[in-house]
């Protein structure tokens, strides 16, 4: 079965400090990964997504994301906060298969301090 | 505008009632979900979708009911059997191909009173 841990619950940076949220998976192949993130009472948008090729990918809003295999993990990072980016953030992963079944993390939620 | 629209965006509902929570999409997407949201919890799936007149109980299925009439509506039913069902429940669509991600809506938030 396919699940998504996200260590981290809840993290406290400065605007203009650099800032990585963990995420980790367990699949029996590579599935698709992606990132999202959610305003208070808003739906989720998505950041960026991964299934094969450069390990690093870019997305929207100056984020990245790093695929690991060895590690089954797919941090994201952002070299530097903006007070914007204060909002939660869910790791998903997809399977492969026809039917598509998306599993997300518990959520990181991100506060930004000036 | 291409989108998925959720509603109501805010439900009240009195235990023992069932309620219906509407999810329309004009993305041309086969493929649709319910989620719940719980503080903490992540989102967790409901129910999903791949086409019409078919559909997969997800993980915490017990006390809803769906249905897939149409590719562009799939309306979930929170019933008297859910023992919990305040939350925020939120629908996706997405298109063929699972690597262009899901598409979320806004989101309806159910209070039982």
């Known amino acids: 079965a396919q699940s998504v841990t996200q260590p981290d619950i809840h993290i406290t940076v400065s605007e203009g400090a650099s800032l990585e949220l963990r995420c980790n998976y367990s699949y029996g192949a590579t599935p698709y990964l992606f990132w999202y993130v959610q305003s208070p009472g808003q739906g989720l948008q998505l950041l960026l997504k991964?299934?094969?090729?450069?390990?690093l990918v870019q997305g929207i809003k100056g984020f990245e994301a790093e695929f690991k295999r060895s590690q089954s993990s797919f941090n994201l990072r952002k070299p530097s906060v903006h007070w914007s980016d204060a909002a939660e953030y869910f790791c998903a992963v997809a399977a492969t298969d026809s039917w598509g079944k998306f599993q997300f993390g518990a959520g990181t939620q991100v506060v930004v301090t000036p | 505008d291409g989108g998925i629209t959720q509603s109501p965006k805010y439900l009240f509902r009195k235990e023992g009632q069932n309620v219906t929570l509407s999810c329309e999409q004009n993305?041309?997407?086969?493929?649709m979900y319910w989620y719940r949201q719980d503080p903490g919890q992540g989102l967790r799936l409901i129910y999903y979708?791949?086409?019409?007149?078919?559909?997969q109980k997800g993980d915490i299925a017990e006390g809803y009911s769906v249905s897939r009439e149409k590719k562009e509506s799939f309306p979930l039913t929170v019933t008297s059997a859910q023992k919990n069902p305040t939350a925020f429940y939120l629908c996706?669509?997405?298109?063929?191909?699972?690597?262009?991600?899901?598409?979320f809506g806004q989101g309806t938030r159910l209070t039982v009173v």
């Open positions: 991964y299934f094969s090729g450069d390990t």
């Open positions: 996706a669509s997405r298109p063929n191909r699972v690597d262009l991600g899901a598409f």
């Open positions: 979708s791949q086409i019409v007149n078919d559909f």
């Open positions: 993305l041309n997407h086969d493929a």
